[in-house]
C-alpha cells in the first residue's frame, strides 16, 4: 500500500516556473514506477511524465517535453516534477501516481495502469 501527497502547485505566470512534489509512505515506495498525470476541467486525465523505479527511465508527454523533468529520491520517498516555460495550457489538477512496473509494461500513458493516486495539487498558469 503507498500513500501519495502532492504540493507545491499555485498560480504562476505564463513563461514561469513551479516545483511539484509528491511525498510517498511506505517501505516499498523504491519499488513502484511513479509518474505525474494532470486534468483540466472537462478534459480526460492525462499522462504527463513517468519515471522507473531506479530512476534510469523517464518518458513525458510530447506536450511538455524539453519544459518539464521528473525526478525521484528513493532515500527520501519523493517524486518531483520541474515545470519550466508554463504556459495556461498547462492549467490543470496535477496528480502524482505509482505504479507496479511489472504489471504496467512500457504503456505508462494509460492511467488505468497506475495502482495509488494522490489527492491533487492545483496549477494555474495565467496568460
Known amino acids: 500500500q503507498v500513500q501519495l501527497v502532492e504540493s507545491g502547485g499555485g498560480l504562476v505566470q505564463a513563461g514561469g516556473s513551479l516545483r511539484l512534489s509528491c511525498a510517498a509512505s511506505g517501505r516499498t515506495f523504491r519499488r513502484y514506477a511513479m509518474g505525474w498525470f494532470r486534468q483540466a476541467p472537462g478534459k480526460e486525465r492525462e499522462f504527463v511524465a513517468g519515471?522507473?523505479?531506479?530512476?534510469?527511465?523517464?518518458d513525458y508527454a510530447d506536450s511538455v517535453k524539453g519544459r518539464f523533468t521528473i525526478s525521484r529520491d528513493n532515500a527520501k520517498n519523493t517524486v518531483d516534477l520541474q515545470m519550466n516555460s508554463l504556459k495556461p495550457e498547462d492549467t490543470a489538477v496535477y496528480y502524482c501516481?505509482?505504479?507496479?512496473?511489472?504489471?504496467?509494461?512500457?504503456?505508462?500513458?494509460?492511467?488505468?495502469?497506475?495502482?495509488?493516486w494522490g489527492q491533487g495539487t492545483q496549477v494555474t498558469v495565467s496568460s
Open positions: 519515471i522507473s523505479w531506479s530512476g534510469s527511465n523517464t
Open positions: 501516481a505509482a505504479g507496479d512496473p511489472q504489471a504496467m509494461g512500457a504503456n505508462w500513458s494509460s492511467k488505468y495502469k497506475w495502482n495509488y
